[in-house]
C-alpha cells in the first residue's frame, strides 16, 4: 500500500511538473524494468484506476483506440492541483476514506440496531394490543355476567317449557 502512495504521489507531482500525460511516461519513461509487461501494464492501470477513483486527475482521452499506447492521458483535477500546492500526501486521502468508512459501518451498526429495537417495540405493542382486547373481553363478561347467565337461565326455562308442550 505504502509503494502504491509513494507511486501515486509521484505521478502526481510529474503530472504537475511535465509535458508527459500517460501513467507509464510519469512513472518511468518506459524504461526497462525487471517486470514483464503484463506485471507493469497491471501496475499502470491500478494507478489509472486510483487517480480517477480518489478524482485527483481528471481523463484527457486515451484507455481505448485513441491513443498509440491505449493508455489514459491526464490531466491534473482541481482536488489533483490543491493535494500538490499544498504538499500533501496521497495517504491523506487514503485515510479519510479509512475513516469515513468506518463511520458508515458504524452507522449501518446503529441503523440495525435501531431496527431491531423498533421491531421489538412493535412486537411489543401487538402484544400490549392483544391483551387489552383480552382484557376487555373479560372485563365486559365480569360486568354482566349477571345478565348472561340471566339469558342462558331464561333459554333454558323457556326451552324446558316448550319441550312440556
Known sequence: ????????????NRLFTSDCKTIP?????FQNFPLSKSEKDLKYRIIENE????NLAEKVRGGDNSTISGYIEFKLSPQGMELIE???????????IEKESQLNLKIKEYSLEKLKYEKAIREQEQK???LTKQ????????KYWWFLTS?????YLIAKFLDRN
Open 135 to 142: 382484557l376487555n373481553i373479560m372485563s365486559l363478561i365480569q
Open 128 to 130: 400490549i394490543r392483544d
Open 86 to 96: 499544498s504538499q500533501r500526501s496521497v495517504q491523506e486521502l487514503y485515510d479519510k
Open 151 to 155: 339469558i342462558l337461565g331464561l333459554g
Open 1 to 12: 500500500m505504502n509503494d502504491k502512495i509513494a507511486l501515486i504521489d509521484t505521478v502526481l
Open 51 to 54: 487517480l480517477i477513483n480518489l
Open 25 to 29: 511516461e510519469l512513472i518511468d519513461g
